[in-house]
C-alpha cells in the first residue's frame, strides 16, 4: 500500500496523505514516501504542489507516530528525526507548497502544515499542537519554525494548553491564508495554484529562499542554544516523558509529575 499517492495535474504536483487507518500519522514509512513525491514534483518542474489528505477526511494527520518515539533516553526530534528531514524538504523545495486542509490537524502536523507556504482550510479544520499533552520537549528548531507563521501569543497558549483552535480563529489572527467550504476547497486551492502557474517561477523560487532565510534570522549564541538543549535532555530523561508516551499507547490520561 502506497501511503503517499502523488500525480501532476498540468502545472501543478497533488500529493496526498494515504494512511486513514493511522490518521496519516507522520511515521518514518510515511515520510520517506512524502520526502520521494517532494523530490518528483521538483524533478518533474511543476510550478506549486498541493500537500493534502484523502478526499473527506476526518483527520489531516494526527502528527508524530507516537509508537515510533525513543524511550531510552534519546532525543525525541533531533536533527534527523522524520519530521526535521520533511520539514527541510519543504522549505527547500523550488515552488511553493499549499497545505490544503480538512480535518483536524494534531501535534507535529501543525508544524507540517505551516511550514507549507500557503494554508487552506474547511471551516471544520481545528489545529492543536499537542507535545505538552505527550511530556514531549520539542525542539529548538521546531519552534523557530512555528514562530514564522503564529504569532507568539496564540503560540505560547497552543503550547501550554495543548487546546485546538479553529479555523476561523487561526484565520483571523494570521496562522492561515483562508477557510473556504468543504464543497469549495479544491477548487478554490486549483485556481490558486494556476495563479501561482502564472507567475515567473525563477522570481518565485528566488522570494521563497529569501523569506526562508530572513525568517531566520534570530541570532542565538552557542551557550544559550546548549542550555536550551541541556534543559531538552532533562525532560526526554524524564519520569514524564515516560509517562506522556505511556499514557497515549494505554488511551488514558497521563499524571504528570513534574519529574
Known sequence: MQLVLRQVQDRTGIVSLNHAAKRNALSRNLIEELIGALSEMKAA??????????????????????????????DPLSYDDPLRRVVRSIELL???????????????????????????????????FTPTRLGVPYNTAGIVNMMKSIGVPLLKEMLFTARPISAERALRLGMINDVVPSDELEGFTGQLADQIAETSPMCVTLMKEE??????????????????????RHVYDSRDYREGIQSFLEKRRPEFTGE
Open 211 to 232: 523569506l526562508r532565510i530572513l525568517s531566520k534570522s534570530r541570532p542565538m549564541s552557542a551557550e544559550t542554544f546548549e542550555r536550551l538543549q541541556g534543559q531538552r
Open 94 to 128: 523550488p515552488m511553493p507548497v499549499i497545505a490544503m486542509i480538512e480535518g483536524s490537524v494534531w501535534g507535529g502536523a501543525c508544524e507540517l502544515a505551516m511550514t507549507c507556504d500557503l494554508t487552506i482550510a474547511t471551516p471544520e479544520v481545528t489545529f492543536a
Open 45 to 74: 518542474s511543476v510550478r506549486s504542489v498541493i500537500l493534502r489528505a484523502e478526499p473527506g477526511a476526518a483527520v489531516w494527520s494526527a502528527g508524530h507516530d507516537v509508537t515510533e518515539l525513543p524511550t531510552s533516553g534519546r
